[in-house]
């Protein structure tokens, strides 16, 4: 209520409710909030009762949704980091996806902490420390950096698929390769990081990486390693043998995209190249 004083009308703040400030956060944080920030506007027994009421629905230990279940992918991620420790980070081919720089469809979400601790549908990795330069909070969800992301790849992918995410980094400009080698320096020991050091000649060579499981087997069985997705319109190509090869997939069958083959073929073939076409 407004109150008069010496003659004039002075507004009196009213302090938000509790409610309003477990609402704002979270959707500062795609929807879920952690046991401590409810604790410290509610008591134990209205979070039980909020529990109980359907207002409040656990996901994690320690980590609850807000008026409802239902999470977007980004309120997953969220609920998993938070419930991971308050120095844990979304990584790997989760962190991939979030920057949108990844091909391989994963069930679980990865996420790198320095706690130990066990969560349902989580893949925790342990770290002792975790740099702050390797992290930042980004969409309201922390997350490790392209170029730590990079260095954790090192563990599950070849240098060739490493390509693939570096170019798909680099389209976006989210890639930065002073970054990239000063993250392998605070990595040293990490047992894969020549991968790393691998795929950034890849790109130096103007390789693109291989861009689908077809391609990544194709690749495996190939006693001479080729020249990968670079800019004369190839997948594979040998220059000593003037050979380039082709892996079709599905999609290849399509009458539109035979003919756009044809035209590339000839181009090709005009320019002294053998093309030859592997379908997988």
Do not use: C
């Not at 980070?89 to 990844?102: I, K, P, R």
């Not at 925790?124 to 930042?136: E, F």
């Not at 990544?216 to 050979?243: C, M, S, Y």
């Amino acid at each position: 209520m407004p109150q008069r004083t010496d003659n004039r009308w002075r507004s009196i703040a009213t302090p938000p409710s509790p409610d309003r400030e477990i609402a704002e956060l979270a959707a500062r944080q795609h929807g879920v909030v952690t046991s401590a920030q409810l604790l410290a506007r509610y008591s134990e027994t209205t979070v039980r009762r909020r529990v109980a009421a359907g207002r409040l629905y656990r996901i994690h230990r320690g980590v609850y949704a807000v008026g409802h279940p239902g999470l977007s992918q980004y309120g997953l991620w969220s609920a998993a980091v938070l419930a991971a420790g308050e120095n844990a980070a979304l990584s790997h081919l989760s962190v991939a996806e979030f920057w949108d720089v990844s091909r391989w469809p994963t069930s679980l979400i990865s996420v790198v902490s320095t706690a130990r601790r066990t969560i349902d549908g989580v893949e925790l990795h342990t770290v002792r420390t975790l740099d702050p330069r390797d992290v930042l909070t980004h969409n309201g969800i922390r997350v490790t950096t392209v170029a730590r992301l990079l260095v954790d790849l090192t563990d599950v992918l070849t240098p060739h698929q490493l390509a693939y995410v570096i170019h798909e980094a680099d389209f976006k400009r989210i890639f930065d390769e002073r970054a990239v080698r000063a993250a392998m320096a605070r990595a040293n020991g990490r047992r894969h990081l020549h991968r790393l050091e691998r795929a950034l000649e890849l790109r130096a060579q103007g390789s693109a990486g291989t861009r689908s499981a077809k391609e990544d087997a194709f690749l495996e069985q190939q006693t001479v390693e080729p020249l990968v997705n670079t800019k004369i319109e190839d997948d594979f190509h040998w220059p000593d043998e003037g050979r380039v090869v082709e892996v079709d997939g599905h999609g290849h069958n399509r009458l539109a995209t035979r003919l756009d083959d044809a035209r590339r073929d000839g181009r090709l073939d005009a320019a002294g190249w053998r093309v030859q076409r592997v379908s997988r």
